[in-house]
């Protein structure tokens, strides 16, 4: 890889995703959503021929691109089957916020809580819950996301290109009330990843993202 990955304290964003009727065995445990799955995908792929220079001259500066085929972290996802890690993390605790920018407070409650009694359908006005979850429109420095169970929906933009969203507002809500309006020329960048590809984006890409089933993944923020 070509930065150390920081596994960050529980990296669980896990999507507040309608259960289905019962666990997929091949997701870990984790429930699916019924969020319905855009195939449409603008993100450029490549795969581990893709090499270090070549990443640098075409994608680090200028833009995302989603590698595929570059890890096996099947050691790795193993451990973090939903049975795992509440044997493991069941009494940590699990520091919740929104999302919002503008909202500064924090709750603290057991792995355990957090798994069995919050991941459930929420109210979609609400930022942070709704039949699926995930962050509204920010930007930082560039970095890595790799999906270890679930599917992650990705929009990005530009950093000259401001997105039209609301702060309170959340993913989901923007994408059932501004998405459909875009005309093409501000339709955002957009990909939905599955496990074991990482997706990679530049410094101070604006992007949002949107779970689509309960998410286990791992960021790395690059400095």
Same mark, same amino acid.
């Given at each position: 890889m070509w930065a150390a990955r920081r596994l960050l304290p529980l990296l669980l964003p896990l999507a507040w995703a309608r259960p289905a009727a019962c666990p997929d065995p091949s997701g870990g445990g984790w429930q699916e959503g019924t969020v319905p799955e855009e195939q449409r995908c603008t993100v450029e792929r490549a795969d581990a021929s893709l090499t270090y220079p070549l990443f640098l001259q075409r994608f680090a500066f200028s833009r995302p691109v989603i590698l595929q085929g570059l890890t096996d972290n099947s050691a790795f996802r193993a451990l973090c089957t939903r049975e795992k890690l509440l044997a493991a993390f069941g009494s940590s605790p699990v520091r919740l916020s929104t999302a919002n920018t503008y909202s500064y407070r924090k709750v603290d409650v057991p792995f355990t809580d957090y798994v069995e009694q919050l991941l !459930?359908?929420?109210d979609p006005g609400r930022l942070g819950s709704g039949s699926g979850s995930g962050v509204p429109f920010h930007w930082h420095g560039p970095g890595f996301s790799e999906v270890i169970f679930g599917r992650k929906r990705w929009f990005l933009y530009p950093p000259e290109k401001t997105p039209h969203f609301h702060p309170? !507002?959340?993913?989901?809500?923007?994408?059932?009330h501004t998405y459909p309006t875009l005309p093409p020329a501000e339709q955002p960048l957009e990909c939905t990843i599955r496990p074991g590809e990482v997706l990679y984006f530049p410094d101070r890409w604006w992007h949002a993202t949107l779970n689509l089933d309960t998410s286990v993944f791992i960021s790395t923020f690059l400095g």
């Open positions: !459930e359908p929420q309170n !507002e959340t993913t989901l809500a923007w994408l059932h």
